[in-house]
């Protein structure tokens, strides 16, 4: 009880504190709290890998690290892309998307990587 307790206060803290640095940096607070959200669920849904499934955090074997690779990839290609200097918005939003889409991308990993081990679990 303690400990899940603890992990939600890491995350909101996560959540808030991104939040309003990059609200800071951008000055939008939709994109910021956007970003921040994100970063807050990630965190949480490391936490609960880490301590739920200490065995499946991704291993040194070419069959975990291919995904990892895949998945890490096509999200810098992403970034770079979000981030580009030809879009015609200043350089504030876009690493406040940058941020945004990077946050996006790792929660989507984990919660495939939590939709899989819940569903072999049982």
């Known amino acids: 009880m303690i400990g899940t307790l603890l992990y939600?206060?890491?995350?909101?803290?996560?959540?808030?504190?991104?939040?309003?640095?990059?609200?800071?940096?951008?000055?939008?607070?939709?994109?910021?709290?956007?970003?921040g959200?994100?970063?807050?669920?990630?965190?949480?849904?490391?936490?609960r890998?880490?301590?739920?499934?200490?065995?499946?955090?991704?291993?040194?074997?070419?069959?975990?690290?291919?995904w990892t690779g895949i998945s890490t990839g096509l999200l810098t290609l992403t970034v770079i892309v979000v981030t580009s200097p030809t879009l015609p918005i200043?350089?504030?939003?876009?690493?406040g998307l940058g941020f945004l889409v990077m946050g996006a991308g790792l929660v989507g990993y984990n919660s495939g990587t939590m939709a899989e081990l819940e569903r072999n679990a049982e």
Request: a positive charge; hydrophobic letters at 50%; proline letters at 2%.
């Open 90 to 95: 200043s350089f504030n939003h876009r690493i």
């Open 49 to 66: 890998i880490a301590h739920k499934y200490p065995s499946h955090m991704t291993g040194d074997s070419w069959s975990d690290k291919r």
């Open 8 to 35: 939600w206060i890491a995350g909101i803290l996560a959540t808030v504190v991104i939040s309003g640095g990059s609200y800071w940096a951008v000055g939008d607070i939709g994109l910021a709290a956007a970003t």
């Open 37 to 47: 959200l994100v970063w807050g669920i990630w965190l949480l849904t490391m936490i």
